[in-house]
Nanobody, 112 residues
Framework: QVQLVESGGGLVQAGGSLRLSCAAS????????MGWFRQAPGNEREFVAG????????YYADSVKGRFTISRDNTKNTVYLQMNSLKPEDTAVYYC?????WGKGTLVTVSS
């Protein structure tokens, strides 16, 4: 069973940057695609970014394209989300996901 633990959230001003990490347990981390999702208060959880198991193919929601970068380090069983040019509308709890398994999330708050 894979377990996921997110970290790196916090409070940042608009225009700032944060880097989220998701550490995965389990020996087969490198076998699966990974994704980041987010959920703002009162909203449904939405897709943010995904990365194939090799790390060579990535895909993004239109709302974050050009500002966020997803990457993974299979030697560390970790996937990252580099978030630049943050906007107040990026405020949400960010979750890591693979195979339908969710972490507990990390809160990102962007002040205007």
């Amino acid at each position: 069973q894979v377990q996921l633990v997110e970290s790196g959230g916090g409070l940042v001003q608009a225009g700032g940057s944060l880097r989220l990490s998701c550490a995965a347990s389990g020996r087969t981390f490198s076998s699966y695609s990974m994704g980041w999702f987010r959920q703002a208060p009162g909203n449904e959880r939405e897709f943010v970014a995904g990365v194939r198991r090799s790390g060579g193919e990535t895909y993004y929601a239109d709302s974050v394209k050009g500002r966020f970068t997803i990457s993974r380090d299979n030697t560390k069983n970790t996937v990252y989300l580099q978030m630049n040019s943050l906007k107040p509308e990026d405020t949400a709890v960010y979750y890591c996901n693979t195979l339908g398994i969710w972490g507990k999330g990390t809160l990102v708050t962007v002040s205007s």
